[in-house]
């Protein structure tokens, strides 16, 4: 065990040296990130190589050839940017929006084919491959989605019936997941592919793509939290990331990008769990993540928290962050007003840092004003806009989700305390 757990000593140390301000400095290639991006004069296209994350504010439109990337390349467009908007019901998660499965017709003959197909085609452990086994092996993975593009209508009910039957935790349940959710991306294909991803076996998994999906579902309304119990007991559970200077994600930031993705209310039990677990070798980290949610189930579950076998100081840490916590001060003549912040926080949401940029222009210490004009009604906004951010899974979203977090303590315990 860990001398009083590391990661929430980062954490907390997070918390008391981050900023917006600090954040905007030194993200701005994340807020404008197209170095990665060129353009293709060959093809009139811009193009990303493939194995790169797709940089905020584009999307994929379809693949192609590209001598820069040595084969194929995805083709990315900008993303439509939209106004953000004052609406209060906007700001709440639509729990409305149905997963049931699509009603599609399935051609037996044309399954049966298919199935082979996969066979074939998946008969190998990423793990074991060397160098030119990869590219040989990447080769028939092109064809095998190109072919189902080609024949969308009949095949994707057929690749949808494969993953759901499927129960061998091999390569297929990462990569056929991901071909559903290219040709289908409802809410069923998402859906599915949660459930694919967290059965599947990490070995040889591109560990950076594994995690950021897993975030990006999360912030989307799925329940992940079986993605970050197993991220935690994956034992080559590290990365660099492939962009932002190659920094290094380990287990509690892995399991903090998935689990602070998603919705707290359905991270909260898992975490509490995990944290309650005697011989868990990450329970410190699941608690550290927990005492960071700053919502009235959190402040419940912390009080439930087992203090036998963590180090020395954790009860008092937990008894102090309940009962009197350093909280951030509001300024007396706040420089921002409220709606400049939702504005700005709603943008965060939908994917836009503009209006959140203008503002710590303006203020960079907007914390405090914050604290100084929010309301308890604000308080689902804040949240949502934290999960974006730190959906984004670098380390430029950490330090925004450490002052998210000094927000929400801030709002959240005087709400609970009623002071």
């Known amino acids: 065990m860990r001398i009083l757990n590391a990661s929430l000593l980062t954490f907390l140390c997070l918390l008391s040296t981050s900023g917006f301000a600090q954040s905007r400095t ?12 060129t353009f293709d004069p060959q093809t009139g296209y811009n193009v990303l190589c493939k194995g790169v994350q797709v940089p905020e504010g584009y999307a994929l439109a379809g693949e192609t050839l590209s001598k820069r990337c040595q084969g194929t390349a995805w083709i990315v467009k900008r993303k439509a940017r939209r106004q953000p908007v004052l609406d209060p019901v906007n700001w709440r998660r639509d729990e409305s929006v149905s997963v049931a ?73 990462i990569d056929g997941s991901m071909l559903l959710v290219d040709q289908d991306p409802s809410r069923a294909s998402k859906a599915l592919q949660v459930r694919k991803f967290i059965e599947a076996n990490l070995d040889g998994t591109d560990l950076e793509y594994w995690v950021n999906t897993m975030a990006r579902r999360g912030v989307e309304g799925f329940d992940t939290s079986g993605a970050g119990a197993k991220w935690f007991l994956y034992p080559k559970a590290k990365y660099n990331l492939s962009l932002h200077g190659g920094f290094p994600v380990d287990s509690f930031l892995g399991a903090l990008f998935i689990f602070g993705s998603m919705d707290e209310d359905l991270a909260t039990p898992v975490l509490l769990r995990i944290a309650n677990q005697l011989g868990h070798p990450h329970r410190d980290d699941a608690l550290a993540i927990l005492m960071s949610q700053a919502t009235p189930a959190s402040l419940h579950a912390l009080k439930q928290v087992n203090p036998a076998g963590f180090p020395p100081g954790t009860g008092q840490s937990i008894r102090e962050l309940l009962e009197n916590p350093k909280l951030l001060k509001a300024r007396a003549h706040p420089k921002l007003t409220r709606e400049e912040q939702m504005i700005a926080f709603q943008g965060i949401v939908d994917g836009d840092y503009t209006a959140f940029r203008e503002m710590v222009m303006k203020a960079p210490d907007g914390e405090v004003d914050a604290v100084a004009t929010l309301l308890p009604e604000d308080i689902p906004l804040v949240r949502r806009a934290r999960r974006a951010s730190i959906s984004r899974c670098n380390q430029h979203a950490l330090s925004d989700y450490a002052s998210f977090t000094k927000i929400l303590w801030a709002l959240t315990w005087k709400s609970e305390s009623g002071k």
């Open 101 to 173: 499965e699509p009603k599609e017709v399935l051609n037996a003959a044309l399954c049966d084919t298919f199935q082979k197909t996969i066979r074939n085609t998946y008969n190998f452990n990423p793990a074991r491959l060397n160098e030119a086994q990869v590219k040989a092996e990447s080769a028939k993975l092109d064809v095998f989605w190109s072919q189902v593009r080609a024949s969308r209508a009949g095949l994707v009910p057929c690749l949808r019936e494969a993953l759901r039957e499927d129960t061998s935790g091999g390569f297929f349940a």
């Open 26 to 37: 030194s993200s701005n290639s994340q807020l404008f990130p197209t170095a990665s991006v």
